[in-house]
């Protein structure tokens, strides 16, 4: 796999990390796509501008995006029913972006500006509360979807480092755990 060529790949993504392309997020639909093994109308957020954009990078013909993966459409963002909403956080580790806010047993909320509409949150909420509006008529110009990337990047980042650190500790809590018990 080219390095470079996979980071210049990364870096024309949207970062809304929705996997809808078939991997768990944008880097590894980059590498794979550096790799020869996936093509390059895998984005649904992205739509046609970055499906077009990919395939120059790759050196291909462009081509709309794949169906199979989905259809290219107007932003959303998610929407909690505070009514209906009961406050048990699952949607917050599903939001590769976080922008759910909460705590348990209490409302949870969305940070509109910071939403990547991804749908991730949709398929853990128990009680269906959670719901995605369209923020615009059309899909973003490739212009806009640049612009919101490098944001969805750096939060994404920070999401991956705390779940990381929170599986480390968790970890280590076991392995404490199971070393001090006697032996058997």
């Known amino acids: 796999m080219d390095g470079a060529l996979a980071d210049r790949l990364d870096a024309a993504l949207p970062q809304t990390q929705c996997t809808r392309c078939g991997y768990p997020a944008c880097r590894p639909y980059a590498e794979a796509m550096a790799a020869g093994a996936a093509g390059a109308d895998q984005c649904p957020p992205g739509g046609a501008a970055t499906a077009a954009v ?31 909403c009961i406050g048990c956080a699952k949607c917050l580790p599903a939001c590769p972006v976080d ?22 949150c949709l398929p853990p909420c128990p009680v269906d509360c959670i719901t995605l509006i369209e923020v615009t008529q059309a899909p973003l110009p490739l212009a806009a979807i640049e612009a919101r990337a490098a944001g969805y990047r750096a939060r994404y980042g920070a999401h991956r480092g705390r779940a ?18 006697p032996p058997a």
């Open 54 to 84: 990919l395939a120059s990078l790759l050196g291909r013909e462009p081509r709309p995006v794949n169906p199979a993966f989905g259809v290219e459409g107007p932003a959303r963002v998610a929407v909690i029913d505070e009514a209906i």
């Open 99 to 120: 922008a759910i806010v909460g705590a348990r047993k209490h409302l949870h909320t969305v940070i509109a500006a910071e939403c990547s509409g991804c749908d991730l």
């Open 164 to 181: 990381l650190a929170r599986e480390a500790a968790r970890n280590a809590r076991l392995a404490a755990r199971s070393s001090a018990r």
